[in-house]
């Protein structure tokens, strides 16, 4: 039990930080774009 736990929790930790480098790899590509329209 505690190690599905534990098991379940790491898979839980891989995929919000592939979401939060998701999400922080679209502001950059947004913020490159918006600043290269603006230039």
Known sequence: QLFLLNQNSIIF???YRGFAISVAGI???RAFYFGG???
């Open 27 to 29: 502001f950059v590509y």
């Open 37 to 39: 329209y603006d230039a």
């Open 13 to 15: 930790l891989g995929l």
